[in-house]
């Protein structure tokens, strides 16, 4: 009888230690999150992608609804989100500091989009962009504030800690 006792606690005790790796595990991983996961559910975003012209007229160069809300849940998470450079800091060799977008040429070619579609990432040592034309997963700790600069005001912060071509 002793002997089940046992190895009934031994089990219980392999079946906790094991419960508590894979929740340190799904805890230290990454929620993959996409450009609509950064708008309030409820929240009727503003679109300026397909409001962009190149006439010359400044009105088409404004950054549209800079009140816009963000979502307060994802302040201090894990999160991977992918999207396209514009870079602000670095060298010929790596990118230490840019706006993460979520189209081609937003902040550059086109106006930029409200704050809350726009991430300002730095990343400690830097990385290598290859091409501002692909996309990337940016992947770090996402904070909801505000950062300003000359080209947009951005709506989120993140402190990266990793950079990946994107696929699907």
């Known amino acids: 009888m002793q002997s089940h006792i046992v190895t009934y606690g031994k089990t219980l005790l392999a079946t ?5 790796t894979i929740s340190q ?3 230290a991983a990454p929620k993959d999150i ?4 950064l708008i309030p559910k409820g929240h009727v975003q503003i679109s300026n992608q397909d409001a962009a012209s190149h006439d010359g007229s400044e009105q ?36 230490t500091e840019f706006l993460l977008v ?14 809350n579609q726009i991430v300002h990432v730095k990343i400690k040592n830097g990385v290598p962009i290859e091409s501002l034309y692909d ?31 994107f696929e699907l």
């Open 16 to 20: 906790l230690f094991l419960w508590l």
């Open 25 to 27: 595990v799904q805890a």
């Open 34 to 37: 996409f450009w609509e996961d």
């Open 60 to 95: 088409n160069w404004v950054q549209p609804d800079l009140d816009a809300p963000v979502v307060k849940a994802l302040d201090g998470k894990l999160v991977s989100l992918p999207g396209f450079v514009v870079p602000l800091e670095g060298d010929s060799e790596v990118i």
């Open 102 to 115: 979520p189209y081609f040429g937003a902040c550059i070619h086109v106006p930029p989009p409200p704050p």
């Open 135 to 165: 996309a990337i997963t940016v992947t770090g700790v996402i904070n909801v504030a505000t950062w300003k600069g000359e080209i947009a005001q951005t709506g989120y912060m993140m402190q990266a800690n990793g950079v990946a071509p």
